[in-house]
């Protein structure tokens, strides 16, 4: 029953790619872990900066993909049952104070 009830959880995640200070500059209108907004087919998404990819060539000056969300709606369930049984685990090696 909660797996039905986290399955159907409403994650949202999106792109954005764009050359640095064209319209944005990384550090002075968003940083990592930081609140960005992007407006997509008339709706407002905004959630926290996850990852900053940064690409430089001397054919393109400094593009910058970020990801904004953490793109857990695409997470495959068998990844994401691993990765609670992990978390379980660690938690209660932290509780029993038990090495791993």
């Known amino acids: 029953m909660v797996n039905q009830f986290f399955d159907t959880s409403g994650w949202?995640?999106?792109t954005a790619k764009?050359?640095?200070?064209k319209p944005f500059a990384l550090?002075?209108?968003f940083v990592p872990g930081g609140l960005m907004s992007i407006a997509s087919r008339g709706e407002m998404y905004?959630?926290?900066v996850e990852a900053i990819f940064i690409?430089?060539?001397r054919k393109e000056r400094a593009e910058i993909t970020v990801q904004i969300g953490d793109l857990k709606a695409l997470e495959a369930p068998l990844n994401r049952t691993q990765r609670l049984v992990t978390g379980l685990m660690e938690a209660v090696s932290v509780i029993t104070l038990t090495p791993s």
Do not use: I, L
Request: proline letters at 0%; zero cysteines; glycine letters at 6%.
């Open 12 to 14: 949202r995640a999106a």
């Open 18 to 21: 764009f050359r640095n200070n």
């Open 27 to 29: 550090g002075e209108h």
């Open 46 to 48: 905004t959630d926290y």
């Open 55 to 57: 690409s430089d060539s």
